[in-house]
């Protein structure tokens, strides 16, 4: 595959590998949070962990929309779906995250809601083309990458003139999470996370560009290095960022220089400026309320906003307390450090977003890594043995 | 005089026709669409024998029995319909036994509304299908079901075949050491359904790989029967999930190497875009053989001299390991798990 194969290359990437061997001082340890569950998803399905010495670690950051859209969001697009006169669209992997008591929208599908998944935000402006009698809400997540595929289904309905067609915004911003960790009493006071440096999320990076993380690469004296999703790209991220620590630099560099700038993609960027506006504070589970980190619809667009078209209310609602996703999105534990991994909580039986989602930390953990641990147990029996 | 008139029938029009209730009710309509749709198209003397059953002759050796029903959406897609997958996978389910597979039972769940041009065609693959395969479909069944409270065709099939005597293929008859044989490219047949979805349609070059195994597992059993331990066709869940059941009914792991399973470039381009795993993507003309060492080597080459098993590669070998996993060595030189699907392989956001 054209551009594809080119960055799966397993002896540039020993010889990467050999290069960090080389270069990480032995006598220190190296912290890397993976911002992304795509670098997460990457690292664990090619094995990564492997490739990389003892001392230098990856933390699994908070970058999963699915992951930090809190239990009180879903359960109001639950409660959305089951009106009568409402379809909703929504992208695949929100379908199984658990809501309050076991509750999700596949379950709320087979209760007869009618909830429909879609690939892109036009399809479900052609379903409110098709089905003028309903009201169809787009149930919008993510990070900076996929808000511009949001604010044009807005203006295909603004163009269309559809009545019938909203969205039910859940659009977060990935600088304003990198903060709020840096800033968590976890890592700045408490000490309990160390981290390094960062590897940025390139696809986000190509809507925003690299300029917004020189501020606390300056601020908080952190690397971080804009990567790409491929194998190659991440090991090579991994090298810059090594490379970096030993100098004492901090600074933000550009690993995906095929397709990200510093300044991003300007004009996505104003049809985005021109439908949302920031919200003054929006939850993420695991990290609580992270003021500026989200994104609205702004007023003169208030019929597109499903939470205002519908009088929507979020209910307050929490994670199974014995759920360790919390700190495992901030990177204080590792997924196998919750009592609920591998027993109650799997890919099959989810308790937390961190296993629902595909690329949360502990689905890709259990999906791609789960061996290592029975590696380890195994060596420490014979040990003691 | 004497004459009896003969009742006024109205022609079956298969061009324009729709399916309605009473093609289902048990009356005049309802045997006028099986003469003139199934009948025709699977012609046989059991069939012609008009009973609600087909009794035959069967060899000496044991019995295998199987059923299977298929709800594929959308019916058509390039390289077959859902006729044509009915016969070859019940056919490939007795055939993975080792058995030669004799005769096959269709059963029909058909929505009101449905076009008869449409069921026609389904039959007639199915009636190639089978012919091709010299397995026919020797009894069958017909319902009608109100529109909405079916997905246009669901069709259940039955198929009997006899297992040689001296071969006893069992699933739990994997040993560490085994080698692990896949009979050709993986993940086309879901890649070719999913290409022809609604809301997700996408031009690629790939069709489904359907195909009656039937042929290609008697070379395999000519040419190594005793050292062959098991076969699976790797449908729904893939090539991941078949090597799971495998390793937990054989209380074995296994260790495959990413870079010699067979596939594509396009089906890994597919996957790719759509976030899919290709491990996890049906094939419906692919089998996965578990063969001891002495034999793996026999037994692929044989699989090589056979059209459906030309690009057959040793994958990996079976390996003791108390957890039953499948782990892979990933083109990249780290190490991974290759899990069961979770639900619906759904795509990702991003």
């Known amino acids: 595959m054209k551009y594809i194969d080119e960055y799966r290359d397993g002896r540039l990437a020993k010889d990467i590998a050999r290069q960090i061997t080389a270069l990480a001082d032995p006598d220190r340890s190296y912290h890397f949070m993976e911002f992304c569950g795509g670098h997460t998803h990457a690292i664990s399905r090619y094995g990564l962990e492997d490739l990389l010495p003892a001392n230098v670690r990856m933390i699994h950051g908070p970058g999963c929309p699915v992951c930090v859209l809190p239990i009180g969001r879903i359960d109001a697009a639950i409660s959305l779906a089951m009106r009568p006169e409402i379809t909703l669209c929504t992208y695949g992997d929100l379908m199984r995250v658990p809501g309050s008591e076991g509750s999700s929208l596949l379950k709320a599908k087979a209760a007869g809601a009618d909830i429909r998944m879609v690939y892109s935000t036009l399809d479900a402006i052609r379903i409110a083309e098709q089905e003028p009698q309903r009201e169809v809400v787009f149930f919008a997540i993510g990070f900076e990458t996929t808000t511009p595929p949001t604010a044009m289904a807005i203006k295909m309905a603004i163009a269309r003139d559809l009545p019938n067609f909203s969205v039910f915004c859940n659009h977060v911003l990935t600088p304003a999470a990198i903060q709020n960790i840096l800033e968590s009493p976890d890592v700045r006071k408490l000490g309990t996370v160390k981290i390094d440096g960062f590897i940025g999320p390139a696809h986000v990076s190509t809507v925003i560009g690299t300029e917004p993380y020189e501020f606390f690469a300056e601020e908080f004296r952190k690397p971080v290095v804009v990567a790409g999703f491929e194998p190659l790209d991440v090991i090579q991220a991994i090298l810059m960022l090594v490379k970096q620590v030993n100098d004492g630099r901090h600074e933000v560099e550009n690993q995906y220089i095929r397709a990200v700038t510093i300044f991003g993609n300007e004009k996505a960027q104003a049809e985005v400026a021109t439908y949302f506006e920031l919200k003054e504070s929006f939850e993420w589970r695991g990290l609580g309320q992270v003021p500026y980190s989200a994104l609205r619809l702004r007023a003169q667009y208030a019929r597109f906003d499903a939470e205002k078209r519908f009088d929507l209310e979020t209910p307050a609602a929490s994670d199974n307390p014995a759920c360790e996703c919390g700190a495992i999105l901030r990177g204080v534990k590792r997924p196998a450090d919750c009592k609920l991994f591998g027993t109650v909580c799997t890919p099959d039986t989810p308790m937390g977003s961190c296993m629902v989602s595909s690329e949360g930390a502990?689905?890709?953990?259990?999906?791609?890594?789960?061996?290592?641990?029975?590696?380890?147990?195994?060596?420490?029996?014979?040990?003691?043995? | 005089m004497n004459m009896v008139?003969?009742?006024y029938r109205r022609k079956l029009d298969i061009r324009n026709g729709l399916v309605d209730l009473s093609h289902g009710a048990g009356g005049r309509a309802m045997g006028q669409l099986i003469e003139g749709i199934?009948?025709?198209?699977?012609?046989?003397?059991?069939?012609?024998?008009?009973?609600?059953?087909?009794a035959f002759q069967v060899p000496a050796g044991r019995m295998v029995m199987t059923t299977d029903g298929y709800v594929v959406s959308p019916l058509f897609f390039p390289g077959g319909n859902i006729g044509s997958l009915a016969v070859h996978g019940t056919i490939n389910d007795v055939a993975m036994a080792g058995a030669t597979p004799l005769y096959l039972s269709a059963s029909f769940i058909i929505e009101e509304g449905f076009p008869l041009a449409d069921l026609a065609r389904i039959a007639e693959t199915m009636g190639e299908a089978s012919r091709e395969a010299g397995v026919p479909i020797v009894t069958g069944d017909t319902k009608v079901v109100e529109r909405g409270k079916a997905d246009g065709v669901f069709i259940s099939t039955a198929g009997v075949g006899v297992v040689p005597p001296g071969l006893d293929l069992r699933s739990d008859a994997a040993r560490p050491g085994d080698a692990v044989i896949v009979s050709g490219s993986i993940?086309?047949?879901?890649?070719?359904?999913m290409s022809k979805r609604e809301n997700l349609e996408f031009e690629v070059d790939i069709v489904s790989d359907t195909a009656a195994l039937h042929g290609l597992t008697a070379a395999m059993v000519g040419a190594g029967g005793a050292h062959l331990r098991l076969m699976r066709d790797p449908t729904r869940g893939g090539l991941a999930a078949t090597l799971n059941e495998i390793a937990n009914q054989s209380k074995v792991g296994f260790r495959i190497d990413e870079d010699g399973i067979p596939m594509r470039p396009e089906?890994?381009?597919?996957?790719?875009?759509?976030?899919?795993?290709?491990?996890?993507?049906?094939?419906?003309g692919k089998l996965v053989a578990v063969v001891a060492p002495e034999g793996a080597e026999a037994i692929l080459a044989a699989m090589r001299n056979h059209p459906l098993g030309r690009d057959a590669a040793i994958i990996g070998h079976a390996v003791s390991d108390e957890h039953c996993f499948v782990q892979m060595e990933t083109s990249f030189g780290g190490g991974r798990i290759v899990d069961w699907l979770s639900g619906e392989q759904l795509p990702r956001i991003c």
């Open chain 2, 187 to 193: 993940g086309e047949h879901g890649v070719a359904v």
């Open chain 2, 5 to 7: 008139l003969k009742a």
């Open chain 1, 362 to 385: 502990c689905a890709a953990h259990w999906t791609y890594g789960r061996f290592r641990e029975k590696a380890k147990e195994a060596n420490a029996g014979r040990a003691v043995a």
């Open chain 2, 38 to 54: 199934f009948h025709k198209a699977f012609d046989n003397d059991w069939l012609r024998a008009g009973n609600d059953q087909s």
């Open chain 2, 267 to 284: 089906v890994a381009a597919a996957c790719e875009f759509l976030g899919l795993d290709p491990l996890n993507v049906a094939n419906e």
